[in-house]
């Protein structure tokens, strides 16, 4: 079974809302299941949900698109699937468009970004992504979209991925780096300090420049409470993407943290787990 097999199932265990399980060729339950996918059926699933797409309709396109990564998981392009639910869950997530976990905020007086993005625990850029924002400035009387929902992460270092999720549903699966030799720690942790182009302070060295090509965290870092050495972090290094690779940290190419950095507000939840 490949990897993005594996991402897929995954994705649908949580979908199901039950938890990540260990993935296996052979999962317990599923003998009485018969084997195969309807290729006709998915087809039509898929077809459907690029008419909703077309038509705008973002949520039925991705609840169907979800729908094939939970009860489809042996469909043949199933990764191609599960990229694009992840692509439009985030394209809704950061549009403008109404959702359950949004609020239209009237802006009054008063009011700035970070103000409102410490009352919605949710971060500025975030804010101004969702309303084409393209300074700091808001107007009174202005509205603006913002999402409330809260945001978890977990990584699970025996597959090398990322899952961002709200309440109990899969956004996007992410591929990450975790460390060598079984170094990342497990448990729970949450986002401290984040960091635009962060100076790594290496061990036994002077502190190396964002702007350095020895600087091994890339373009972000989002440190954790717990244990402030430990974060998530850009790289430098593209190819080691999908091995334990790091010296403890959970490591993605550079768009993809940039990506998350905008999502999560300091204290989101992260667990890694074996």
């Known amino acids: 079974m490949n990897q993005r097999r594996i991402i897929a199932i995954v994705a649908a265990v949580f979908l199901a809302g039950i938890g990540l399980a260990v993935i296996s060729k052979h999962k317990p339950g599923t003998e009485n299941r018969p084997s195969g996918t309807s290729t006709a059926s998915v087809s039509q699933m898929l077809d459907e949900a690029a008419q909703y797409?077309?038509?705008?309709?973002?949520?039925?396109?991705?609840?169907?698109?979800?729908?094939?990564?939970?009860?489809?998981?042996?469909?043949?392009?199933?990764?191609?699937?599960?990229?694009?639910?992840?692509a439009l869950s985030m394209a809704i997530i950061t549009s403008n468009m109404p959702t359950p976990q949004t609020?239209?905020?009237?802006?009054?007086?008063?009011?700035?970004?970070?103000?409102?993005?410490?009352?919605?625990?949710?971060?500025?850029?975030?804010?101004?992504?969702?309303?084409?924002?393209?300074?700091?400035?808001?107007?009174?009387?202005?509205?603006?979209?913002?999402?409330?929902?809260?945001?978890?992460?977990?990584?699970?270092?025996?597959?090398?991925?990322?899952?961002?999720?709200?309440?109990?549903?899969?956004?996007?699966?992410?591929?990450?780096?975790?460390g060598a030799d079984n170094s990342t720690p497990v448990g729970h942790f949450k986002i401290a300090a984040k960091l635009v182009d962060p100076v790594w302070f290496k061990a036994g060295h002077k502190p190396i420049p964002s702007e350095s090509p020895e600087n091994e965290l890339g373009s972000r870092w989002m440190g954790f409470v717990e244990n402030p050495q430990y974060g998530i972090h850009g790289t430098i290094k593209p190819n080691l993407i999908g091995q334990q690779a790091t010296a403890g940290c959970v490591r993605l190419v550079n768009h993809d943290v940039e990506e998350l950095f905008d999502l999560l507000p300091a204290g989101t939840q992260v667990t890694i787990q074996d």
């Open 53 to 86: 797409e077309a038509k705008g309709d973002r949520l039925k396109a991705k609840d169907l698109y979800a729908q094939v990564v939970s009860d489809h998981p042996d469909y043949d392009k199933i990764e191609e699937v599960q990229d694009r639910l992840g």
């Open 103 to 178: 609020v239209l905020h009237e802006v009054v007086p008063g009011d700035s970004l970070g103000k409102l993005a410490k009352q919605y625990n949710t971060t500025t850029e975030f804010i101004k992504k969702s309303n084409d924002l393209k300074s700091d400035v808001i107007r009174v009387g202005q509205k603006l979209r913002v999402w409330t929902a809260p945001f978890t992460v977990l990584v699970d270092k025996s597959q090398n991925i990322l899952i961002l999720k709200t309440a109990e549903e899969v956004v996007k699966v992410y591929h990450v780096s975790t």
